[in-house]
Nanobody
Framework: QVHLVESGGGLVQAGGSLRLSCAAS????????MGWYRQAPGKQRELVAR???????NYADSVKGRFTISRDNEKNTVHLQMNSLKPEDTRVYYC?????????WGQGTQVTVSS
């Protein structure tokens, strides 16, 4: 099992930046891909960005050019740099780790963008 702890959420004005971090522990040798998802109340959780162990990335169309995902394999962390934030980016953001057949989730961190 992989344990994930997120940090870095908060309140920011539109146009501002935030950096989310996620630290993994436990069965980290099993992790192949990590990512960030987000969820609004009453909505489905959606992919924001994903990065494989080899460094391949993919992004939701809504965040391309504004968000950057990166991974530090030595420190078992993944980061999400969020620039040019918009009010519609307001969500709870969840870290995700794919480890073999299992999907692990963090507890979530709130990101609020004021207009």
């Amino acid at each position: 099992q992989v344990h994930l702890v997120e940090s870095g959420g908060g309140l920011v004005q539109a146009g501002g930046s935030l950096r989310l971090s996620c630290a993994a522990s436990g069965s980290i040798f099993r992790i192949n891909a990590m990512g960030w998802y987000r969820q609004a109340p009453g909505k489905q959780r959606e992919l924001v960005a994903r990065i494989t162990a080899e460094g391949s990335t993919n992004y939701a169309d809504s965040v391309k050019g504004r968000f950057t995902i990166s991974r530090d394999n030595e420190k078992n962390t993944v980061h999400l740099q969020m620039n040019s934030l918009k009010p519609e980016d307001t969500r709870v953001y969840y870290c995700n780790a794919e480890a073999g057949p299992y999907v692990n989730w963090g507890q979530g961190t709130q990101v609020t963008v004021s207009s």
